[in-house]
């Protein structure tokens, strides 16, 4: 698996651990556009991108796009994990792409309010953005199928706060 993480902003670090431990796993961290094209045109394993994004795709070090419309060819033919805000767009607007994605994903403070929600702290954002990574760690490290996610996700989180329900009930599957 190849994973690209933008980790340029205080709450994607967290994200780090959807990852961890996963043997075979190529972690690029803020790569260049050109280094992650080169290694997707080497290798054609599963594609999982972390960060911050847009139904465009998901931003890059420069606000620039890393995966998205600019790199489509590099991305047919391999399953995409898209960690991201509205990356569910982005998987809907190319439906020769498959792969799990994200909808609005709020992992902190602001994206909480943007979204109509109060009443937590980015403390509370931030252990319940962990818990998604270590689920989501937990599926992968399983080999459970991707067009499983949004179900074995949802089932295991506490909906009972509102905002912990929206991220969940946006999680998407693209065949």
């Excluded at 670090?13 to 796993?25: F, V």
């Excluded at 050109?34 to 465009?56: A, N, Q, T, Y």
Aim: glycine share 6%.
């Amino acid at each position: 698996m190849i994973v690209t993480i933008i980790d340029t902003t205080p709450d994607a670090h967290l994200l780090h651990a959807t990852y961890a431990g996963i043997d075979d796993a190529l972690v690029l961290i803020n790569p260049k556009s050109e280094e992650l094209d080169k290694v997707l045109r080497e290798r054609p394993e599963p594609l999982m991108g972390l960060g911050h994004g847009c139904s465009s795709g998901l931003f890059g070090c420069d606000c620039d796009i890393i995966i998205g419309e600019r790199n489509l060819d590099l991305l047919k033919d391999r399953d995409l994990i898209c960690i991201w805000c509205n990356a569910d767009g982005f998987l809907k607007r190319h439906p020769e792409l498959t792969g799990f994605a994200s909808s609005m994903f709020i992992s902190n403070e602001s994206e909480l309010y943007y979204c109509g929600f109060s009443n937590y702290t980015n403390e509370d954002i931030f252990s319940e953005v962990c818990l998604f990574s270590e689920r989501v760690n937990k599926l992968i490290q399983d080999d459970e199928p991707l067009k499983d996610w949004p179900s074995l996700l949802r089932s295991q989180a506490d909906m009972s706060k509102d905002y912990v329900a929206y991220n969940y009930n946006g999680l998407y599957y693209q065949p």
